[in-house]
């Protein structure tokens, strides 16, 4: 598979590196955006369009401020031809009046960012470009408006059907391995050496989605450990000096780190299938794994503990066990979601809460956000849609008996 | 380059293959439909997904007809909801409003079409589905608004800069040539024989442009002859016995050939930047070609004839030429435009009218459309962005002088 | 897999054409000959022997018996240096000695074959060249021992370990399959539908080993039809009409034709080890397919029959059937091994006669051939090593249980 | 181009891969030898083939010596068949006669090579098992005549018609980067970020050249730097803080690192060609690339100065500049060719000595070897031709004006 996902890199990247766009004209980025969207012609719009995205790029922060400020104010909708199009649109709901009123609802950023796109090369500086919208607009600001259309866009744009799984592996490119090392969020990669223990043992995979236009980025990755039996310590697992295990040994596939990639993409959803395709690929490489369960953080388990005013270096490993199993399944955001942002990752995916380990992530990280526990959240494929709906309709956090029965005994207690 | 394009075919085909839905159940479409636009679980919904997807494909076209009215009736927008959403964003453009009018004004049935998107091979479904809706619901009727909807979706996954341009050759899987075969629409490909000529020989090349989602199936192409000098007959330049000439040979490349594929990407334009594009590369490969110019069809001229009641049977191949050049250069529709398709798509483009040829198709259908006339479009890199502003800008349609002395020669006679 | 074989080709062939030899000189082609062996230059070698190639190529007939003189004559070996060197090496088998030994042992046309090949796209045409050579040279002319030195080499250069299998289907490219189209054997192919219906239904694969030097030239091919049950008529199994199999219902993987392409390859062997790897890969692809056959002509029983006196129209089928076993199981040569040149292969691969069919071949080739009689070889992975042992070291016949039966009621009869 | 690399690679490497052998047997390996020699079957040879490259895998030196042992005695000529053989053919040279002569001439252990080299992955195996034997054999030792039989199959194998030129850079997988690492043999590389500094900037290429069948094991490679003008030191060349060229500026391709990588295909040439092809690739790239150079070491410099009684820290610049001179040009072995072997390569390709450079590595290693000097060879296609014959006829050594006059004004001080 290894060579697809690098061909699938250089098409894209040749297309890139050839259509390169001529000499900067004297016209102001304002006024290369209305010709962009002024002209019919794909052409001479190709032209305008590297120039704008060129221009965009060597910007300071005050300058992409500005920009977005002309999105925000120039580029928008008018309410005005929006109630006159939607009152035509009601009288006669034919055809013409309905692209009048999708024409009015549109604000012509939206049209300006697909004209962009033409340009090779553009998909993934319109990504920087919203990473570069997200750091520079407060949230609650009024522009901040505008990033939903590009959300809007980019949902379509990186639609799951456009995806492409890739195994990540010591046979990829170093142009690609350093991103994974850069990228990790979970158990940072030190050098190359631990990359390559990451991705290099017969009992080691890593998988990546990645957009065909974006052939060099990642866009979310995961790294799996091939195990016998579900693991409870995640420097075992890493272990330098651990004996690799024979892949056709293993029975679990451990999903022990999930980092996203993209600042610009933050909130576009395509990594809730990841860990389902993974496992769908890895069951029909190896039929003998048969579980399938995250070894995850539980990030923010000290910070509740001291909301709740529980000190952790007061609990013994039972209580902090049972105390963690309270965690996980009762401690909620005002939205009655759970607490932990982790855990509404994997539920909302309809994986339950499998296990909960102490001493199970003693680095210093490990230790901070949760006093060294760690939770195996389980993705079975019998029980995961009905696990979902639960989830999702009720809110209900499943767990195994197990971890109910701490909860019970802590209640107990 | 041909394997590359192969390869990603292969990458795409491979992850359509092993996604198969599992069997349906009791559910009706539309409840499939209520349950996909409802869940927020991407595994669950990608059954439902697939079912209807399958179901579609099964059904006759009452049935579509009915799929189609579902769309157009209950997933549509809520006028009341619209206005009001566009009154709280007047009185406070603050993203949440913004969000909430974006909601109202667009149709739940785009959002269906991303979500059925997300199965793996669902595009080309999506495009046929559409072409059915083209086929089956007459433009005017109101219901032929939802194409709006799916015009809109398939300008953002259809962008040019989604594209990729894949040589066809004698080297190209039979399974695309073959689809080559079936869709030329210009020249008709006879047999395997006939397209070999096309497509093998070093002066003869065909470009098309392919959707990474949709790797086996062209989008658009065109056939190209390397000639020394541009030619006027196209049948000289397809007989069967001509000796080949060798590649770097050519001064002249001829675009004899544009055809589009998908009936449902029509109005999605992709095809003005191909010749383009094709024009560059093929001068990188051989800087000895200079000259791009079609050798075209002019499929409207005797109907436009017949309405000026002129017989074609009474001229001679002067008076013939002149009247083709009088039509060319004025013959226009009510809008202003030209009257003839063909040459609306190449002066469109920045091409301008180079040359007149009388016997120049002399088969049935250029007999029958032409009266054997044929026309060359020239694509001249150093003109083509003004002669689209002249074209797009005041209707004009740019001839070489030696054409508009034809029509000259004409008014004077 | 389609891919990766259609890259291999394209790494070549682009070698290949980039590195064009310059213009010929003046030099005679044995003056070219003798330059390029006695450069010690690789480079300025090229050149010699990119126009001895060039040269070979566009001679006629005695031209090329002329070049094959010069092989055989002046470029052969000197029995009084071969006698000084092995006494010399009897003397002091130092590493020395033994050189001067290898060297006067080996031609120089051995040295001048491997100096052709250095030029990219060498390969086939020394290929061709022998190809020639067994068409020019009688086998029992003295000067057609120059073949046992293209047999040396390229026994050395298309040593298994350096051949690829590649699957060939309707994605391969055209230029594969009309060569498929050309160099079937055993049951013609007529058009491009035919072929079609030979490599794109669900259950119908065809398989070629590819040498990397030679991209574009399969080897030997074997097609295959996967089946419920083992079937006993060819016409029936490529029945036009038939309804496909999914592939999955398969049981039986038939090997219905096996081809060798290269004329100049003939006596190399590497046939034997391809239905052997088909049969693996198949099995790891579908894991439900067990039994593997062929379904085999038998091209020289009506010859036998003939020379036995059998006059095949007075036989009513079952006495075909037993005569037909009767010639598979005891008809032989004079040197004890089968009388049938398709048997002798099989057998010799570790196969055994599983069943024999009458009217299973009815076209005209096949009547006149065996009255319509065919066979199937079984390859059963249990049994083949033995059998292979029993045949090359016994020259047994190996047979079922059934065949064998047959042999005996025509014995009591 | 890179991908195509991989892609080669990993079509053979998954061919490795599939074809495990089965579990050994108890016979000897001697045994195993004898059973591969006396089957005509492949299939059933293939499983003796696989134990014995696995056990000789596994043994150690002495171990190692004994398998040698065997080959270079039972497995070696009969004199005496030899001398009938050549007898009987010189009375009468017909084919049957010419074959035997040829089975008597080669020993047993090439045909023992060939067939294991049938074996999925052997290639790379068998160059291990020459390594072994150049390790563990002296040179002069009767035993080591077999590493005879080795070269000249491995001749054949490696024939330059069946290399691949690769690109090397960041885009190439981890697992050849970690060679090019490994192997670099001139200016060593400390570190995945000096590696990037080699193979990722514009101005910095790197190429090597591969076999099909070890796609993975560079066997040569080439780093090269593209400059304007032509560089007198590599430490400037290779500063960490440069600013790199872009491509199109450069008019000059500096050679300054050339290492073999596979000790087991010592002597075999196929180097020799690489500077040229490499020279070609890029010329076609960036035409504007129009001189061709090495920086070269010059590693028995001092060692020649100690001989000749020149004590390197008793000169000056100008002096050791003259002497350097002097030893290039005139410093010779007792056979006539130059003293020093990185001259002899580049010479016999048909390089120049273009000019010398003083304090041009100031490396520890290149103080002790050269005194810091270093030379540029310049491959000049309008002479290379003429200056390998005067070099490998007249063993002549060709040098710039400038170069020659250093020793004139040496000869003159």
Redesign the interface.
């Known amino acids: 598979m290894?060579?697809?996902?690098?061909?699938?890199?250089?098409?894209?990247a040749r297309?890139t590196r050839?259509?390169l766009p001529p000499p900067p004209s004297a016209r102001s980025t304002e006024g290369l955006i209305q010709d962009l969207l002024s002209?019919?012609?794909?052409?001479?719009g190709?032209t305008a369009a590297a120039h704008i995205l060129d221009r965009f790029g060597k910007l300071d922060d005050a300058g992409k401020i500005a920009f977005f400020d002309h999105l925000a104010g120039d580029l928008?909708?008018s309410?005005d031809q929006?109630?006159a199009a939607?009152?035509a649109?009601?009288a006669?709901?034919?055809?013409a009046?309905?692209?009048r009123?999708?024409a009015a609802?549109?604000p012509a950023r939206q049209e300006l960012a697909?004209r962009l796109?033409?340009?090779?090369g553009?998909?993934p500086q319109l990504v920087a470009m919203r990473a570069d919208l997200l750091r520079l607009i407060p949230?609650?600001d009024?522009r901040?408006?505008i990033?939903?259309?590009f959300q809007?866009?980019f949902?379509?744009?990186f639609?799951?059907?456009?995806l492409?799984?890739r195994p990540i592996s010591?046979?990829?490119?170093?142009?690609i391995?350093e991103k994974i090392i850069a990228y990790e969020a979970v158990h940072a990669i030190d050098s190359?050496d631990d990359l390559?223990r990451r991705v290099e043992p017969e009992d080691r995979r890593c998988f990546a989605f990645f957009h065909?236009?974006m052939p060099d980025e990642p866009l979310i990755f995961v790294e799996v450990a091939l195990t016998r039996g579900i693991p409870g310590s995640v420097q075992k697992l890493l272990a330098e000096d651990r004996a690799p295990l024979s892949a056709e040994e293993a029975d679990t596939a451990v999903f022990y780190s999930i980092s996203n990639c993209q600042a610009g993409l933050a909130g576009i959803?395509f990594g809730?299938?990841l860990i389902?395709q993974v496992s769908?690929d890895l069951k029909?490489e190896l039929p003998d794994i048969t579980t399938f369960v995250t070894l995850s953080p539980i990030p923010t388990l000290t910070k509740w503990m001291k909301e709740e005013g529980i000190d952790p270096a007061s609990l013994d490993d039972e209580a902090l066990r049972a105390t963690t199993a309270r965690f996980l399944l009762t401690a909620k955001r005002g939205d009655g979601m759970p607490f932990d942002p982790v855990s509404r990752f994997h539920l909302?995916?309809?994986a339950h809460v499998h296990a909960v380990h102490v001493g199970a992530d003693t680095s210093d990280k490990g230790m901070a956000e949760s006093a060294g526990a760690m939770v195996n959240y389980r993705y079975d494929p019998e029980t995961?849609?009905e696990n979902?709906?639960r989830f999702?309709g009720d809110k209900e956090v499943v767990a195994s008996k197990e971890v109910r029965a701490l909860l019970r005994a802590k209640a107990a207690a």
């Not at 290894?2 to 894209?12: E, N």
């Not at 002209?39 to 001479?44: C, F």
């Not at 006669?92 to 055809?95: E, Q, R």
């Not at 796109?117 to 090779?120: E, G, L, T």
Request: aromatic share 10%; charged share 25%; hydrophobic share 40%.
């Open positions: 290894s060579i697809l996902s690098d061909v699938l890199a250089t098409i894209f297309q050839k259509a002209t019919s012609g794909e052409i001479s190709m928008g909708i309410p929006v109630r939607i009152d649109f009601e006669d709901p034919n055809p009046n309905y692209a009123f999708l609802a549109e697909r796109n033409r340009v090779p553009a998909t949230r609650k009024a901040a408006r990033d939903l259309d809007h866009l949902t379509s744009w639609n799951r059907g456009f492409v799984l010591w046979e990829s490119p170093a142009a391995l190359w390559r065909p236009a959803s809730n299938s389902k769908e029909s909302g995916n309809g995961f849609a979902h709906e999702a």
